[in-house]
C-alpha cells in the first residue's frame, strides 16, 4: 500500500542519493550531542534577520490573506519579557497560517508614546545636561525626542527580528510619519464635524512634573497608611530628583462662623488645597450642622474671605467629620456638589468659578503673600503651622483606605484641575460597538473579558483628548491673535492646515496660530486599523465592508479599553459603520516566579536578549547601579537579583525562550514565568530534536537506496499516523487559539512518539544491518519528519530551519515553501493502529517496572500471557514488535476477563498493566533461567559482604571510641567517624533486606515451581 505523505502534505522533495559528508563544524557539534551534550545554539541562530525576512515574503498574491497588527512599542526603550509574550504568540500565528498556504501580513509599527517619551526624555535630557524642557525651545526639545525614539526604534527593530518575528517590514508604520500625521488630523476634524469633538471644561487629571492633563491608564491609585512617604519628584528638575513626601494624614480644621463664637470642623488630607475652598457642605439630614446651614464662615488662611455652609446629599455623614471642604477647581466630587450650589456660593464668594489655588507647575497661588509661588508640598507644613498660630488647627483624626493617584511616568502626584479642553463625546460610538457585541458580531476570547469591555463601554464618560505636551500630533485647531479663549467651539476653528483657518477668520496667516497643545496617543493609536488599510489613499474608495482591516486583534488585556475599544469605536465611526476587526484574542501580563509583577525596583524586569545570550550576576547588578531608582530601591533590587540569579542567566538562545514564553497559557489573566527554567527544558528539547536528526543521517547513510519504499510495517505505519493525529490536533487548538496545547502535542509527538518510541523500535534494524528493514525506516522518517520540521517552525523556526535545510539539503529558506495542509491528513490516521500500539507501549511499560523491580538487564526475555477485555483490533501486529523490542513473547491467545486463569501455568506471575487495562502473565524465559539466579546470586554476596565488611567497621570504631573513654581521651573526631560508619552499615542493611526480598519472592513463586 501506498503511503507516501509527500502530495498530501504539498511537501514535494527531490530524490536525493545517500546523506553527503557533513561540513566539519556541524560534524563537530554532531559529537557534542551524541555524547549527551547541547549543540551550540549559536549554529541554526544565525542570520536571523534574513531568515525572518524570507519566512515574512509572499510568494503568491492570488492566496488567501491574513492581517494581523502588531501592538505597536512605545519608542521610549527596549522591548521586554512582556512584548516578548504578545511577539511570540502573534508569530506563531502568522507563521501557522503561512505552512497552510495562506498569505500572512503581519503589520509593525512604533507608537511615539507622547507622555511616556516625553517623560524619559525629560529625565535624559537633565541627566545629561543638567537641563528641563523649558531651557530649550520647542524646535529643540523635539529634535532631542527625535533623535531618542530614533535610536531606541532601531533597538526595538533588532529584538523584533531577533525573537523570529516574521513582520511585513515593508508596510511598517510611525503614528509620527507624514502619512499618519494626515489620519489623525483627518480624523480629529471629521469627528468634529460630526459634533462629537468639542472644546469644554471639566475636571481632568493633571501632573505638575509633565505640566499635562493625563487620561486615567496613566494614572495609579497608591494606598497608603497615616504617615506613609512617598517619593515625588522635585520641582524643575527632569523628574530625575526626588524627595519624600508624607500622605494619607487626616488634619482637622475648624471653620469659625461670622460673627459668633460658632464654628464647623472639616477633615483633609490636602491642606495647601484650602486656598480654592469656595464653600462648605454637610449632609442635610445631618442633625450636627443642620442650624448652621447657610450661615457664612470666615476662612482660616485668607483674611477678609467668607464662604458660604451648603447641604447636598453627596456628602457622607460618617466619614471624617460629616463636614467638607469644597474646592471645585481641584476636586471631582467637589466640582460636581458646587455646580448643584453655584447660586449660594456666588452671592458670598466672588470669582468663585475660577477660583484655583494651584498653578501649572504645582506652586501655591494665593492672596496670602506669605504662600503665594510656593510649592504645594512645602506649603503644606506652613499651612498648618499658619493654622494652629490662629488656633483653627485641631491635629490629625483618625484616617485608614487613604489612597493618593500617581503619574506612572513622572511618579508624581496627580492634581484634579478643572480645566478647558478638547473632549470626544463617546456615549453613541461607544452604544454602537457594545450592540455589536452583545449581538455577538464581535467574539472576544477568553469569553470571560467581554463583561469587562462591556463595562467600559457603558461608562461613557466624555474622553480628554489634549495634552499639555510638545511631543505628539498638535491639535488642528486654529484661532487668531486678539480671540479670547473659552468653552465656545466658535473661537476655535478646526481644519487640516492653517491656510484653511487663514480663509475662516478672513485674516492673514501670520495672523493664524495652532493650538500648542497635542492629541492623546490613544487617539492616534486608534487609527492604526484605518492607516493600515489605506484610509488615506486618494486614488481609490475606501471600502471595509466586505472584509475588515485586521482578521484578528491579539493584545494584552491590561489595554482592552485603552486601545481595543477605542479602536472600535473610531473606526467604526469613521469608516461608515465598519468594525476593524470581529475577533479579539487577550493574553495575559507577565509575573516572576513568585507570582511578582515585573518592575524595575523589584529588579525582576529580563530583557530577553538576557535569555537569548546570557548575562552575567555584576552586569544585571551594574544595570540596576545605573539606573534611576533610589537608592533603598537599588539596595532591594540588587538583593533580589543575588537571590533569584546567584550565577546570572546562562545564554539559551531564541528557540529556547520562544519554547518557554509558548507552554504558558498565554490565556490567564496572570502568568507566572519561571522563563529560565523552561528556557533550559526548550534547551534539552533541542538537543532531542538534534540527535533524532543525527540518527536519521546515520538511518541515511545506513540505507541502500534513498528512493521512497513502501512499507507495511506496523510501526511505520502508527508513526505515521500519529504524525498526521497530532498536525490535525495542532490545527485544531491552534484555531482555537491554544497554543500552548497545540505546542505541547507537537512536543509529545517529537519526544515521545518519534524519538523515544519508534527510533528505539527500531534501533535493532540499524545493529543487525538490516538493509529492507533500514530503507523502510530511512523513508517512513523522511515522509514523517518533513512537515514534522515545517509545523515545528511556527514554534520553534531557528532550529527547524537549521536541520531542515541540513538533513534535507535544501537551500536557505526553503521550509517556506513548504506546507502542511491539514486536512489533506485525514486519509493517513488509523485510528484503530493508535489503540493497538497504545495498548502494546502499556505492556512494555508494565515490563519495565517489571525489570526495575528485579534488577534485570532491558535483554532479558520474558514470556506471558495477556488478558484483557477489550483489546484493540490489530493488537496481534504489535506481538512481533513486543519480542523485537521489548524482549516479550506473548502468546497469540488473549484471554477475555471472563476466562478462567486456574489452568495457567504456576510459574507465571500476575501484573497488572499500566492504567489497569488488563493483566499481564509473565515468566522468565526458560534460557536464561539459570543466568537470572546467577545474576541474583552474585548480588546478594555483593551486599552480604558489604554489610560484613561494615558491620567489621563498626565493631572496629566502637572498640577504638571505648579504649579512648575509659583512657579520658574521646575525640570528636573518631565520634564523627563511628557515626559516618553507623550510617553505611544502616543502609547496606536495608539494601540487603530489600534484595532478600526479591529473592524470596522469585524462589516462592518462580524458582522452586516445575510449573
Same mark, same amino acid.
Request: aromatic content about 8%; proline content about 4%; hydrophobic content about 35%.
Given at each position: 500500500?501506498?503511503r507516501?505523505?509527500h502530495g498530501?502534505?504539498?511537501i514535494?522533495l527531490p530524490s536525493?542519493?545517500?546523506?553527503?559528508?557533513?561540513?566539519?563544524?556541524i560534524?563537530n557539534?554532531c559529537s557534542k550531542a551524541?555524547k549527551?551534550r547541547?549543540?551550540?545554539i549559536?549554529?541554526f541562530?544565525?542570520?536571523y534577520?534574513?531568515?525572518?525576512?524570507?519566512?515574512a515574503a509572499?510568494?503568491r498574491?492570488?492566496?488567501?490573506?491574513?492581517?494581523?497588527?502588531?501592538?505597536?512599542p512605545?519608542?521610549?526603550g527596549?522591548?521586554h519579557?512582556g512584548?516578548a509574550?504578545?511577539v511570540?504568540?502573534?508569530?506563531?500565528l502568522?507563521?501557522?497560517?503561512?505552512i497552510k498556504g495562506?498569505?500572512?501580513h503581519w503589520?509593525?509599527?512604533?507608537?511615539?508614546a507622547?507622555i511616556a517619551t516625553?517623560?524619559?526624555?525629560?529625565?535624559e535630557l537633565?541627566n545629561?545636561r543638567?537641563?528641563?524642557?523649558a531651557?530649550?525651545?520647542?524646535?529643540?526639545?523635539i529634535?532631542?525626542?527625535?533623535k531618542?525614539?530614533?535610536?531606541?526604534a532601531s533597538?526595538?527593530?533588532?529584538?523584533?527580528k531577533r525573537?523570529?518575528?516574521?513582520?511585513?517590514?515593508k508596510?511598517?508604520?510611525?503614528?509620527?510619519d507624514?502619512?499618519?500625521?494626515?489620519?489623525?488630523?483627518?480624523?480629529?476634524c471629521?469627528?468634529h464635524?460630526q459634533?462629537?469633538?468639542?472644546?469644554?471644561?471639566r475636571?481632568v487629571n493633571?501632573c505638575?512634573t509633565?505640566?499635562?492633563t493625563l487620561?486615567d491608564q496613566e494614572? #495609579? @491609585?497608591?494606598?497608603?497608611?497615616p504617615g506613609?512617604?512617598?517619593?515625588v519628584? $522635585?520641582p524643575? =528638575?527632569?523628574g !530625575?530628583v526626588?524627595?519624600?513626601?508624607?500622605f494619607?494624614?487626616?488634619?482637622?480644621?475648624?471653620?469659625?462662623?461670622?460673627?459668633?463664637?460658632?464654628f464647623?470642623?472639616?477633615?483633609?488630607t490636602?491642606?495647601?488645597?484650602c486656598?480654592?475652598?469656595?464653600?462648605?457642605?454637610v449632609?442635610?439630614?445631618?442633625?450636627?450642622?443642620?442650624?448652621?446651614v447657610?450661615?457664612?464662615?470666615?476662612?482660616p488662611?485668607?483674611?477678609?474671605?467668607?464662604?458660604?455652609v451648603?447641604?447636598?446629599?453627596?456628602?457622607?455623614q460618617?466619614k471624617g467629620?460629616?463636614?467638607?471642604?469644597?474646592?471645585?477647581?481641584?476636586?471631582?466630587l467637589?466640582f460636581?456638589?458646587?455646580s448643584?450650589?453655584?447660586?449660594?456660593i #456666588? @452671592?458670598?464668594?466672588?470669582n468663585?468659578?475660577?477660583n484655583f489655588?494651584l498653578t $501649572?507647575?504645582g =506652586?501655591?497661588? !494665593?492672596?496670602n503673600?506669605?504662600f503665594?509661588?510656593?510649592?504645594r508640598?512645602?506649603?503644606r507644613?506652613?499651612?498648618?503651622e499658619?493654622?494652629?498660630s490662629k488656633?483653627a488647627?485641631?491635629?490629625?483624626m483618625e484616617?485608614?483606605g487613604?489612597?493618593?493617584?500617581v503619574?506612572?511616568?513622572?511618579?508624581?502626584i496627580?492634581e484634579?484641575r478643572?480645566?478647558?479642553q478638547w473632549?470626544?463625546?463617546t456615549?453613541?460610538?461607544d452604544?454602537e460597538v457594545?450592540d455589536?457585541?452583545?449581538?455577538?458580531?464581535i467574539?472576544?476570547?477568553?469569553?470571560?473579558?467581554?463583561?469587562?469591555?462591556?463595562?467600559?463601554?457603558s461608562?461613557?464618560?466624555?474622553?480628554?483628548?489634549?495634552r499639555?505636551?510638545?511631543?505628539?500630533?498638535?491639535?488642528?485647531?486654529?484661532t487668531?491673535d486678539?480671540?479670547?479663549?473659552d468653552i465656545?467651539?466658535e473661537?476655535?476653528?478646526?481644519g487640516?492646515?492653517?491656510?484653511s483657518a487663514?480663509?475662516?477668520f478672513?485674516?492673514?496667516i501670520?495672523?493664524?496660530?495652532q493650538?500648542?497643545d497635542?492629541?492623546?496617543?490613544?487617539f492616534?493609536s486608534?487609527l492604526?486599523p484605518?492607516?493600515s488599510?489605506?484610509?488615506?489613499s486618494r486614488?481609490?474608495?475606501?471600502?471595509?465592508?466586505?472584509?475588515?482591516?485586521?482578521?484578528?486583534?491579539?493584545?494584552g488585556w491590561?489595554?482592552?479599553?485603552?486601545?481595543?475599544?477605542?479602536?472600535?469605536?473610531i473606526t467604526?465611526?469613521?469608516?461608515?459603520?465598519?468594525?476593524?476587526f470581529?475577533?479579539?484574542?487577550?493574553?495575559?501580563?507577565i509575573?516572576?516566579?513568585?507570582g511578582?509583577?515585573?518592575?524595575k525596583?523589584l529588579g525582576?524586569?529580563?530583557?530577553?536578549?538576557?535569555?537569548?545570550?546570557?548575562i552575567e550576576q555584576?552586569?544585571?547588578?551594574?544595570?540596576?547601579n545605573?539606573s534611576q531608582?533610589?537608592?533603598k530601591?537599588k539596595e532591594?533590587a540588587?538583593a533580589?537579583?543575588?537571590s533569584?540569579y546567584?550565577?546570572?542567566?546562562?545564554?539559551?538562545?531564541?528557540?529556547?525562550l520562544?519554547?518557554?514564553?509558548?507552554?504558558?497559557d498565554a490565556q490567564?489573566?496572570?502568568?507566572?514565568m519561571?522563563?529560565?527554567?523552561?528556557?533550559?527544558?526548550?534547551?534539552?528539547f533541542?538537543?532531542?530534536i538534534w540527535?533524532l536528526?543525527?540518527?536519521?543521517?546515520?538511518?541515511c547513510e545506513a540505507?541502500?537506496?534513498?528512493?521512497?519504499?513502501?512499507?507495511?510495517?506496523?510501526m511505520d505505519?502508527?508513526?505515521?499516523?500519529?504524525?498526521?493525529?497530532?498536525l490535525?490536533?495542532?490545527?485544531r487548538k491552534?484555531?482555537?487559539?491554544?497554543?500552548?496545547?497545540?505546542?505541547?502535542?507537537?512536543?509529545?509527538?517529537?519526544?515521545?512518539q518519534?524519538?523515544?518510541?519508534?527510533?528505539?523500535?527500531?534501533?535493532s534494524?540499524l545493529r543487525s544491518?538490516?538493509a529492507?528493514?533500514?530503507?523502510?525506516?530511512?523513508?517512513?522518517m523522511q515522509?514523517?519528519?518533513?512537515p514534522?520540521?515545517?509545523?515545528?517552525?511556527v514554534?520553534?523556526p531557528?532550529?527547524?530551519?537549521?536541520?531542515?535545510?541540513?538533513i534535507?539539503?535544501?537551500?536557505p529558506?526553503?521550509i517556506?515553501?513548504?506546507?502542511?495542509?491539514v486536512?489533506?491528513?485525514t486519509?493517513?490516521?488509523d485510528?484503530?493502529?493508535?489503540?493497538?500500539?497504545d495498548?502494546?507501549?502499556d505492556?512494555?511499560?508494565?515490563?519495565h517496572?517489571i525489570?526495575?523491580?528485579?534488577?534485570?538487564?532491558?535483554q532479558?526475555?520474558?514470556?506471558?500471557i495477556?488478558?484483557?477485555?477489550?483489546?484493540?483490533?490489530g493488537?496481534s501486529?504489535?506481538?512481533p514488535?513486543?519480542?523485537?523490542w521489548?524482549k516479550?513473547?506473548l502468546s497469540?491467545?488473549?484471554?477475555?476477563?471472563?476466562d478462567?486463569?486456574?489452568n495457567l501455568?504456576k510459574?507465571?506471575?500476575?501484573y497488572t498493566?499500566?492504567?489497569?487495562?488488563g493483566?499481564?502473565?509473565l515468566?522468565?524465559?526458560?534460557?536464561v533461567?539459570?543466568?537470572?539466579d546467577?545474576l541474583l546470586?552474585s548480588?546478594?554476596?555483593v551486599?552480604?559482604e558489604?554489610?560484613?565488611k561494615?558491620?567489621?567497621?563498626v565493631?572496629?570504631?566502637?572498640s577504638?571510641?571505648?579504649n579512648?573513654?575509659?583512657?579520658?581521651?574521646?575525640?570528636?573526631?573518631m565520634e564523627?567517624?563511628?557515626?559516618?560508619?553507623?550510617?553505611?552499615?544502616?543502609n547496606?542493611?536495608?539494601?540487603l533486606?530489600?534484595?532478600?526480598?526479591?529473592i524470596?519472592?522469585?524462589?516462592?513463586k518462580v524458582?522452586?515451581?516445575?510449573g
Amino acid at each position: 500500500m501506498q503511503r507516501c505523505l509527500h502530495g498530501s502534505t504539498g511537501i514535494h522533495l527531490p530524490s536525493t542519493s545517500k546523506c553527503s559528508a557533513i561540513p566539519v563544524r556541524i560534524r563537530n557539534f554532531c559529537s557534542k550531542a551524541e555524547k549527551g551534550r547541547d549543540p551550540d545554539i549559536s549554529i541554526f541562530s544565525q542570520n536571523y534577520a534574513q531568515r525572518t525576512e524570507v519566512a515574512a515574503a509572499n510568494y503568491r498574491n492570488t492566496e488567501p490573506t491574513f492581517r494581523m497588527i502588531l501592538p505597536p512599542p512605545n519608542v521610549t526603550g527596549k522591548l521586554h519579557l512582556g512584548h516578548a509574550l504578545t511577539v511570540v504568540l502573534e508569530d506563531a500565528l502568522c507563521r501557522h497560517h503561512r505552512i497552510k498556504g495562506t498569505i500572512a501580513h503581519w503589520l509593525p509599527g512604533f507608537d511615539h508614546a507622547g507622555i511616556a517619551t516625553q517623560a524619559v526624555a525629560e529625565r535624559e535630557l537633565w541627566n545629561e545636561r543638567k537641563l528641563t524642557r523649558a531651557d530649550l525651545t520647542r524646535e529643540e526639545f523635539i529634535e532631542f525626542c527625535t533623535k531618542l525614539s530614533q535610536k531606541n526604534a532601531s533597538a526595538i527593530t533588532e529584538q523584533l527580528k531577533r525573537l523570529g518575528a516574521t513582520l511585513n517590514w515593508k508596510q511598517s508604520y510611525y503614528t509620527l510619519d507624514q502619512n499618519f500625521s494626515a489620519a489623525v488630523n483627518r480624523a480629529f476634524c471629521e469627528l468634529h464635524a460630526q459634533k462629537l469633538v468639542y472644546r469644554g471644561e471639566r475636571i481632568v487629571n493633571w501632573c505638575s512634573t509633565l505640566e499635562s492633563t493625563l487620561s486615567d491608564q496613566e494614572v #495609579e @491609585r497608591v494606598s497608603v497608611q497615616p504617615g506613609d512617604e512617598l517619593l515625588v519628584p $522635585e520641582p524643575s =528638575k527632569g523628574g !530625575s530628583v526626588k524627595r519624600r513626601v508624607k500622605f494619607g494624614q487626616m488634619h482637622r480644621i475648624r471653620y469659625k462662623v461670622r460673627d459668633s463664637k460658632e464654628f464647623i470642623e472639616v477633615g483633609t488630607t490636602r491642606p495647601e488645597t484650602c486656598f480654592a475652598d469656595v464653600a462648605i457642605a454637610v449632609h442635610p439630614e445631618d442633625s450636627r450642622y443642620s442650624n448652621l446651614v447657610g450661615k457664612i464662615l470666615e476662612h482660616p488662611l485668607v483674611d477678609g474671605l467668607f464662604i458660604p455652609v451648603v447641604a447636598d446629599e453627596a456628602v457622607s455623614q460618617n466619614k471624617g467629620t460629616g463636614a467638607v471642604k469644597v474646592t471645585p477647581a481641584h476636586d471631582q466630587l467637589d466640582f460636581r456638589i458646587a455646580s448643584r450650589h453655584w447660586t449660594e456660593i #456666588e @452671592r458670598t464668594v466672588k470669582n468663585a468659578k475660577s477660583n484655583f489655588c494651584l498653578t $501649572e507647575s504645582g =506652586k501655591i497661588k !494665593s492672596e496670602n503673600p506669605g504662600f503665594n509661588g510656593l510649592d504645594r508640598f512645602e506649603v503644606r507644613e506652613k499651612v498648618l503651622e499658619y493654622l494652629k498660630s490662629k488656633g483653627a488647627y485641631q491635629g490629625i483624626m483618625e484616617h485608614s483606605g487613604a489612597q493618593v493617584n500617581v503619574c506612572t511616568r513622572t511618579g508624581d502626584i496627580i492634581e484634579p484641575r478643572l480645566m478647558k479642553q478638547w473632549f470626544l463625546d463617546t456615549v453613541d460610538i461607544d452604544k454602537e460597538v457594545y450592540d455589536d457585541i452583545k449581538q455577538g458580531k464581535i467574539k472576544i476570547t477568553p469569553s470571560f473579558h467581554e463583561t469587562a469591555l462591556l463595562n467600559w463601554l457603558s461608562n461613557s464618560e466624555p474622553w480628554c483628548l489634549s495634552r499639555q505636551l510638545l511631543w505628539g500630533h498638535r491639535i488642528p485647531a486654529y484661532t487668531v491673535d486678539g480671540n479670547i479663549f473659552d468653552i465656545f467651539s466658535e473661537s476655535w476653528f478646526v481644519g487640516q492646515n492653517s491656510e484653511s483657518a487663514a480663509q475662516h477668520f478672513g485674516t492673514d496667516i501670520q495672523n493664524v496660530r495652532q493650538d500648542s497643545d497635542v492629541l492623546d496617543t490613544w487617539f492616534s493609536s486608534s487609527l492604526i486599523p484605518l492607516v493600515s488599510a489605506d484610509w488615506m489613499s486618494r486614488d481609490k474608495p475606501f471600502d471595509i465592508s466586505q472584509k475588515p482591516p485586521v482578521d484578528l486583534m491579539e493584545t494584552g488585556w491590561d489595554i482592552l479599553g485603552f486601545w481595543v475599544a477605542r479602536m472600535l469605536t473610531i473606526t467604526k465611526r469613521l469608516s461608515g459603520g465598519h468594525s476593524p476587526f470581529n475577533q479579539i484574542i487577550l493574553h495575559g501580563l507577565i509575573r516572576d516566579a513568585n507570582g511578582r509583577k515585573m518592575s524595575k525596583s523589584l529588579g525582576n524586569v529580563i530583557d530577553p536578549n538576557d535569555i537569548i545570550d546570557g548575562i552575567e550576576q555584576q552586569k544585571m547588578i551594574d544595570r540596576v547601579n545605573e539606573s534611576q531608582l533610589e537608592p533603598k530601591e537599588k539596595e532591594k533590587a540588587t538583593a533580589d537579583i543575588k537571590s533569584e540569579y546567584p550565577e546570572g542567566i546562562p545564554a539559551q538562545g531564541v528557540d529556547s525562550l520562544r519554547f518557554a514564553l509558548l507552554k504558558y497559557d498565554a490565556q490567564q489573566v496572570d502568568i507566572r514565568m519561571d522563563v529560565i527554567r523552561f528556557s533550559y527544558t526548550g534547551t534539552k528539547f533541542i538537543a532531542k530534536i538534534w540527535n533524532l536528526c543525527l540518527y536519521y543521517e546515520k538511518i541515511c547513510e545506513a540505507s541502500p537506496t534513498m528512493k521512497d519504499v513502501d512499507s507495511e510495517h506496523v510501526m511505520d505505519r502508527w508513526l505515521v499516523s500519529r504524525m498526521a493525529s497530532t498536525l490535525q490536533e495542532v490545527d485544531r487548538k491552534m484555531s482555537a487559539f491554544e497554543m500552548h496545547h497545540a505546542f505541547q502535542a507537537l512536543i509529545d509527538f517529537i519526544k515521545v512518539q518519534l524519538s523515544d518510541v519508534y527510533v528505539e523500535a527500531t534501533k535493532s534494524a540499524l545493529r543487525s544491518n538490516d538493509a529492507k528493514r533500514i530503507s523502510e525506516i530511512r523513508s517512513t522518517m523522511q515522509r514523517v519528519m518533513q512537515p514534522t520540521l515545517v509545523q515545528l517552525s511556527v514554534f520553534m523556526p531557528f532550529i527547524s530551519e537549521h536541520l531542515y535545510e541540513r538533513i534535507f539539503h535544501r537551500e536557505p529558506g526553503s521550509i517556506y515553501f513548504d506546507f502542511v495542509k491539514v486536512k489533506m491528513l485525514t486519509h493517513l490516521i488509523d485510528v484503530d493502529l493508535e489503540e493497538s500500539i497504545d495498548f502494546a507501549l502499556d505492556v512494555l511499560a508494565t515490563l519495565h517496572l517489571i525489570r526495575g523491580r528485579f534488577q534485570m538487564t532491558k535483554q532479558m526475555p520474558f514470556e506471558g500471557i495477556l488478558q484483557s477485555d477489550p483489546v484493540p483490533d490489530g493488537f496481534s501486529e504489535t506481538l512481533p514488535v513486543l519480542k523485537d523490542w521489548g524482549k516479550l513473547t506473548l502468546s497469540e491467545k488473549i484471554l477475555s476477563s471472563k476466562d478462567s486463569t486456574e489452568n495457567l501455568p504456576k510459574n507465571l506471575l500476575p501484573y497488572t498493566i499500566s492504567g489497569g487495562q488488563g493483566i499481564l502473565f509473565l515468566k522468565i524465559e526458560d534460557s536464561v533461567r539459570d543466568e537470572y539466579d546467577s545474576l541474583l546470586a552474585s548480588k546478594l554476596k555483593v551486599f552480604q559482604e558489604s554489610v560484613e565488611k561494615q558491620q567489621s567497621e563498626v565493631e572496629k570504631f566502637d572498640s577504638i571510641i571505648k579504649n579512648y573513654s575509659e583512657a579520658g581521651k574521646k575525640t570528636a573526631e573518631m565520634e564523627k567517624r563511628r557515626r559516618y560508619a553507623l550510617k553505611r552499615l544502616g543502609n547496606s542493611r536495608l539494601k540487603l533486606q530489600e534484595h532478600e526480598k526479591l529473592i524470596e519472592e522469585y524462589g516462592r513463586k518462580v524458582k522452586n515451581s516445575n510449573g
